[in-house]
């Protein structure tokens, strides 16, 4: 092959052995990563300076760079690539982004940062197979590197980033948008090269947490961390799950129409001589579908029904109102509440809350909004129920297994979904 077509064609070109040996190393160095890791898919290509990532778990490599780095350094520099995933860089940064900064040097700012807390203690303890320390490749991005003192945090390493390391000799960084949440020319669109879903993404980093809290004290203290949720933004689920019932239910609670079933008070000072309309404020009626199945722990299942019940009074809706649907693969109690020590859940079973979604859009009057509590394991209709749809996933660690078989595709687009962790 001349080296015109080797060009043309980087996943000929590309040394995947090398690659896959350089990620059995990572494994061998770090095996509570083996899950995330394994699940990354390779895509070779010349647009890549080095390694990148995107939001789905895609690896972008230059078959250049893996040709010219020893084994060891294409370990450490998939542990750095699958550090960015776990921790959920894109979706952090989408929150630290600044409308007036220019896209690039957004980017390298965080970028720069989010390198920072990876690297300051990635390698620490961490050997190969015989027993030799792993290192940072020769000019990798350190707290110290850029004149910073350690944090725990890249938000914290993105507030304090001289602006003189964005125009140093790492300006050219980029490892993609799976870091931060830019855009970068070689990533492909969500629908292609194998992307991970949604569902899929958060069960890794599930397993991936349980697996570093097995084996506490041998893992770096970075690692630890995150496993423990300190590197993970601080987001009160109840104050999403509130926020987003709120703005479904805003335009039943909030409407206001004129009506003659009851006059307005008004009307006896006219003598009778003219009917006045009343203003009426529709009340909403919500359906709460709880996934009573097996793998459903009971703590969130209380937390949760807790907190719809607050919300539902704090927005008016009392008594007959509030309907709860107990489901696992059927439908086995419907209750109109008051109160949440009125509930009885019933279950334990496989898992279809199919049923109880048109159980609750079939009923009469029809509900303004149908809140569904479940841990996403379930099938999920093919369409919209005829009103607003509310999914609360649970995170709860100890009901995600590695030898899980099943997994489910996750909320529908047109649900909206929080993730009650």
């Known amino acids: 092959m001349d080296r015109m077509s080797t060009q043309r064609d980087p996943d000929a ?45 895609r690896c972008y490599v230059s078959p250049a760079f893996v040709a010219a780095t020893d084994v060891r350094d294409l370990a450490v520099v998939w542990l750095h690539e699958v550090a960015h995933l776990i921790r959920d860089h894109h979706g952090r940064a989408q929150a630290l982004q600044r409308g007036s900064e220019r896209r690039r040097r957004q980017q390298l700012r965080l970028n720069l940062a989010m390198d920072c807390e990876i690297n300051d203690d990635l390698l620490d303890g961490l050997t190969d197979a015989d027993g030799r320390p792993l290192s940072l490749p020769e000019g990798a991005v350190t707290p110290g590197r850029l004149g910073l003192r350690h944090y725990d945090l890249f938000e914290e390493y993105a507030a304090h980033l001289p602006p003189i390391a964005l125009v140093g000799d ?9 870091a931060h949440a830019g855009s970068s020319p070689w990533e492909h669109d969500e629908a292609g090269a194998h992307p991970l ?40 689920w109840r104050a999403l799950l509130g926020a987003a019932l709120r703005a479904c239910m805003a335009a039943g609670a909030g409407a206001a129409d004129y ?11 006219l003598g009778g001589a003219v009917i006045l309309p009343s203003l009426r404020f529709p009340v909403p009626k919500i359906a709460v579908v709880v996934d009573t199945s097996g793998s459903v722990a009971d ?3 209380g937390s949760a029904l807790s907190e719809v019940g607050g919300i539902s009074r704090a927005v ?7 309907s709860v649907y107990s489901c696992d693969a059927a439908v086995h109690t419907v209750q109109q509440i008051c109160a949440t020590e009125e509930i009885s859940l019933v279950g334990g079973g496989g898992t279809d809350l199919r049923r109880g979604i048109g159980r609750a859009a079939a009923a009469a009057p029809r509900p303004d909004v149908i809140v569904v509590l479940t841990d996403g394991v379930t099938p999920w209709p093919a369409s919209p129920p005829g009103c607003r749809l509310i999914a609360g996933i649970f995170g709860h660690p100890s009901r995600y297994s590695e030898h899980t078989s099943r997994v489910a595709a996750g909320p529908p687009e047109w649900a909206q979904t929080v993730y009650l962790r």
Not at 197 to 219: F, K, L, P, Q
Not at 259 to 269: E, N, V
Not at 316 to 322: A, H, K
């Open 13 to 57: 070109a590309l040394d995947t052995g090398k690659l896959l040996a350089a990620r059995h190393l990572a494994v061998a160095a770090c095996p509570y990563l083996a899950t995330a890791l394994h699940a990354m898919t390779v895509v070779p290509t010349y647009l890549v300076p080095t390694m990148g990532v995107d939001p789905y778990w």
């Open 299 to 301: 703590t969130d299942l």
């Open 197 to 236: 879903g949604t569902y899929e993404r958060e069960a890794i980093r599930i397993r991936v947490r349980e697996a570093v809290n097995s084996r506490r004290g041998t893992v770096p203290k970075g690692w630890q961390r995150w496993a423990e949720g300190v590197s993970e933004p601080s987001q009160d």
């Open 259 to 269: 009506s003659y079933q009851r006059p307005s008070r008004r009307a006896p000072s």
């Open 316 to 322: 008016g809706v009392r008594g007959n109102r509030v």
């Open 170 to 178: 790492v300006a050219w960084l980029d490892c993609g948008s799976g």
